[in-house]
């Protein structure tokens, strides 16, 4: 390369801001640029620079995140307001008990129940212990066997009550004294009275013991479904003793429950087919393959 070669190089390099190679830098202190954001000391470390630009975007994300939590807060106190209105509108608007009817009852009239009832008129409808209700009135009233408390919004609390129906009796023993206590369908205690009662089935078992009472229902139960008529009383001492009187006059023993579908069934088959109806006595069933009758004495 010629003088003059050389000579304009330099020129076109130190108009370009190009220092020489073998030039030393005056200031030691000045960094040498680099494309983008990275700065280099001619120890040859490297910096980097705040680019502008990645600022802007963090601080607009940012700014995103808080407006986006300042909706989703707004939305929840609206929502809230919303609700509390609603809730308010409810108890002091909507549902307030303008209407109180009873059915089901013979009886009892509809004043007597409602009055015992006492539900207060302009009362918030979901404000009315309806679960009270139904436990007290067959407690209060001797012939409510079941109530129901109902509420039919918008404003009427409907009372349904089912009558304690005269069903069955006890014998009670005071001495040389016999007095008989009424039941009801659900072994409800109804009266106590003196004169023997009339088409109501006798029992005879303990009904505050869980076990004897439950199994006077299953018998009860049997004789129902099977159908079988003219029972006029049923002994449970326990659930291995049990017996049934047909028509006052022919003893059934049937023993514990096991196969009682089948004692029963042959029981009233002797009775129906091989007795007459002045015949009395015992049938022993408490074995289910075997069916014996025992006159009584005349």
Do not use: W
């Not at 029992?203 to 018998?219: W, Y």
């Not at 029981?267 to 002045?278: K, M, P, Q, T």
């Amino acid at each position: 390369m010629g003088k003059n070669e050389r000579r304009n190089s330099t020129q076109n390099m130190k108009k370009a801001g190009i220092t020489h190679p073998s030039k030393t830098v005056s200031d030691p202190n000045k960094f040498i640029q680099y494309p983008g954001n990275v700065q280099s000391t001619p120890g040859g470390k490297k910096t980097l620079k705040p680019n502008p630009a990645n600022d802007s975007h963090r601080k607009s994300r940012k700014t995103v995140r808080k407006q986006r939590n300042r909706h989703i807060l707004a939305t929840a106190v609206l929502v809230a307001i919303l609700l509390a209105i609603l809730v308010f509108i409810s108890l002091k608007v909507l549902f307030i008990v303008r209407h109180v009817e009873m059915q089901g009852s013979d009886r009892y009239t509809q004043e007597e129940i409602i009055n015992y009832c006492a539900v207060p008129l302009e009362e918030n409808i979901f404000k009315i212990d309806t679960a009270t209700l139904e436990q007290n009135l067959p407690l209060e009233f001797t012939y409510v066997e079941s109530a129901r408390v109902q509420r039919k919004l918008p404003d009427k609390i409907l009372i349904t009550i089912t009558d304690s129906i005269p069903t069955y009796y006890g014998i009670n023993y005071e001495g040389e004294l016999e007095t008989y206590t009424i039941y009801s369908q659900g072994f409800k205690q109804l009266t106590v009275q003196a004169a023997a009662p009339e088409g109501l089935m006798g029992i005879d078992a303990d009904l505050s013991d869980r076990s004897v009472k439950e199994t006077l229902e299953g018998v009860i139960s049997r004789l129902s479904q099977s159908g079988y008529t003219g029972v006029t009383m049923i002994k449970v001492d326990s659930a291995g003793d049990i017996s049934v009187v047909y028509d006052n006059r022919i003893q059934i023993n049937l023993g514990t429950v096991l196969d009682i579908d089948y004692k029963l069934k042959m029981s009233f088959y002797v009775i129906n087919h091989e007795l007459g109806r002045e015949d009395r006595g015992v049938i022993d069933s408490t074995q289910a393959g075997s069916c014996v009758f025992q006159p009584l004495n005349k």
